[in-house]
């Protein structure tokens, strides 16, 4: 069976940090776009970050970019999202989705359109 199951969610101040992690089970990570969206009560589901399948191209929502990272590791089956300086308003349900790469996809553009695969998702809580 194929899965995406996000962990490393939970509560942290404003200011702190949290990484999250996404692990598939059923398929290899290796050949996917992998990337991060996040829910907040009352919104609409946004783009968060993007990878490519060999890591070298990442993209990042205007609204993250330089406090959030993606990284991945594809021995582990696994892909990253760490997030630093984290704001009230990161507070949302995180997901993550894979995308089979095309060459298209290998460019990164944060789309749910362009994704395969979700997760169920993790809650992230920025609160004091």
């Known amino acids: 069976q194929l899965q995406l199951v996000e962990s490393g969610g939970g509560l942290v101040q404003p200011g702190g940090s949290l990484r999250l992690s996404c692990t598939a089970s059923?398929?290899?990570?290796?050949?996917?776009?992998i990337g991060w969206f996040r829910q907040a009560p009352g919104k609409e589901r946004e783009g968060v970050s993007c990878?490519?399948?060999?890591?070298?191209?990442?993209n990042y929502a205007d609204s993250v970019k330089g406090r959030f990272t993606t990284s991945r590791d594809n021995a582990k089956n696994t892909v990253y999202l760490q997030m630093n300086s984290l704001k009230p308003e990161d507070t949302a349900v995180y997901y993550c989705?894979?995308?089979?790469?095309?060459?298209?996809?290998?460019?990164?553009?944060?789309?749910?359109?362009?994704?395969?695969?979700w997760g169920k998702g993790t809650l992230v809580t920025v609160s004091s």
């Open positions: 989705a894979a995308g089979y790469e095309t060459t298209i996809r290998a460019m990164c553009v944060i789309s749910y359109y362009a994704m395969d695969y």
């Open positions: 990878i490519s399948s060999s890591g070298g191209t990442t």
């Open positions: 059923g398929f290899n990570l290796t050949y996917y776009v």
